[in-house]
């Protein structure tokens, strides 16, 4: 498809147990995000991907979350040993870099509502 | 640090009335600012945004902002609302440097345009 994709759109699960959440960019976007919005809050920055590297994880919370894009393309949040606190929206975007100037326009997915039990 | 405060969590309007949301930043170094609209069922996506240059910014769908470095806001303005601009607003703001994706959003305005 021509936008960002995010599967899947609803994640219930119980305390304790593995997620994982995919987001497959707009095809040549290098750069991707990870974005958390709870309820009536805006997005919070969660890690950014220049390419396979993550170049920025300072907004990941704590160490049970982790996300890798191993080809620079589709990348994965993981979430260990959820808690309820984790209960959100997640959302990915992607950008199109070129060289060293970026349009600053980031496109959103729709999103993918996690709820823990 | 930065910060964003959208100063109204929900506007009720009118059909054909003017709206401003209001939007306040803090930041210690310049700023690239930008709104986001997010409409019902559907992902966010950029109305607007203030890079360099001129500093009162136009959407194609009639939305206006004007950056006031002094003030340090970006309040959105539109002279007549359709109701189809019923939605959730959000300011964002990032500060340069590498990492051009990094926003810091505010709480978001929910617009309703009542006919």
């Known amino acids: 498809g021509a936008g960002v994709s995010q599967t899947p759109s609803n994640k219930v699960t119980e305390k304790g147990k593995y997620v994982e959440l995919r987001c497959d960019p707009i095809?040549?976007?290098?750069?991707l995000y990870w974005y958390r919005q709870s309820l009536g809050q805006g997005p919070e920055f969660l890690i950014y991907?220049?390419?396979?590297?993550?170049?920025?994880d300072s907004g990941l919370p704590n160490d049970r979350f982790f996300a890798v894009r191993p080809e620079g393309s589709v990348s994965t949040l993981k979430i260990q040993r959820t808690e309820r606190g984790d209960s959100a929206m997640y959302l990915c975007?992607?950008?199109?870099?070129?060289?060293?100037?970026?349009?600053?326009?980031?496109?959103f997915g729709e999103g993918s509502r996690l709820t823990v039990l | 640090a930065q910060s964003v405060t959208q100063l109204d969590s929900q506007v009720p309007v009118f059909e054909e009335a003017p709206v401003e949301l209001r939007c306040n930043y803090s930041?210690?170094?310049?700023?690239?600012l930008f709104w986001y609209v997010q409409y019902p069922n559907q992902g966010l996506q950029l109305l607007l945004k203030?890079?360099?240059?001129?500093?009162l910014v136009e959407s194609i769908n009639g939305f206006e902002a004007e950056f006031n470095k002094s003030q340090t806001s970006f309040h959105l303005r539109k002279p007549s609302v359709h109701i189809s601009d019923t939605a959730e607003y959000f300011c964002?703001?990032?500060?340069?440097?590498?990492?051009?994706?990094?926003?810091?959003f505010g709480q978001g305005t929910i617009l309703t345009v009542h006919p």
């Open positions: 975007a992607s950008s199109l870099v070129e060289g060293s100037l970026n349009t600053g326009e980031l496109f």
């Open positions: 095809s040549g976007h290098t750069a």
């Open positions: 991907f220049q390419g396979t590297g993550a170049a920025d």
């Open positions: 930041s210690s170094v310049s700023v690239y």
């Open positions: 203030y890079l360099s240059g001129s500093t």
């Open positions: 964002a703001v990032n500060g340069g440097g590498t990492s051009y994706g990094k926003l810091t």
